[in-house]
Each structure stands twice: as structure tokens, then as C-alpha cells.
């Protein structure tokens, strides 16, 4: 089986002020946060540079819909095309389109739990 999820693309959340969260993790834990929240950078285990993306969103994003949970966990994956055509023969609901853009492609399916999940194929290099 080929490769679906590769690691952790990131880790977002609901909080009634991000603005206070991001600052809240910037003066206790170090957090190097800018407007969209903080990003980890590691390599993969083949030396490959790679991110991982922590970010607070309002109470009231829509965002995460149609999932109610105040989390949405971004994986990171190989493929997204194929895996995608996978998932939906599988029986997965996928919810919208693709989206491309400079720094990767997405898509969102729902998991069994109704949590939205976003996949993510990134071009890490477009950060550096």
C-alpha cells in the first residue's frame, strides 16, 4: 500500500480570543507565533525539511463545518489526488474541492466520528 499520511500537518482550535491564546503560548511555552499562530519546523527522517502548523481560530469559524467539534487535526500526505480518489471509492465522504495553492494542495473528508480532517500535500520549500 502506498503512503496515505506522512505526519502532523497541524493543530487548530476554537478559543474565544486568539489573539490572547497565541500570546498566552508565545510568553509560557516559547511559542514563536506570528498571525496565523506558530510553526514547528523538524525534518522528516530522510532529512527533508518539513512544518507542522499550531493555530487558534475564533468561536465562530466556520472553517471546521460541517464538523460541531472545536478541533480540526491537518495531516500531512503524499498524493493528494490519488488518495482522495481512494478515500471516495472507500465509501469516505469527502467534503468540497480540492484547493491548490503556492505552498500545497488540500482537501477534507470527514472521518467516522464526523470530525472534519484536513489533508494537506505540501511544498514545504515555499515557506523557506
Known sequence: MKKRVTGIGGL???TKD????????KKHLGFNTD???CTFWWKDKDGKDCS???????DDTKYFEPSKKAFMFNYRVENLEELLA????????????????????FG???????N?????????SAFM
Open 108 to 114: 477534507w473528508i470527514l472521518d467516522n466520528d464526523g
Open 18 to 25: 486568539p489573539k490572547a491564546s497565541k500570546a498566552w503560548y
Open 35 to 37: 498571525d496565523y499562530g
Open 52 to 58: 507542522t502548523q499550531w493555530s487558534p481560530f475564533t
Open 12 to 14: 487548530f482550535f476554537k
Open 86 to 105: 481512494s478515500l471516495k471509492k472507500e465509501g469516505v465522504t469527502i467534503v468540497g474541492d480540492m484547493e491548490v495553492y503556492d505552498y500545497g494542495k
Open 116 to 124: 472534519k480532517i484536513e489533508l494537506w500535500e505540501p511544498i514545504d
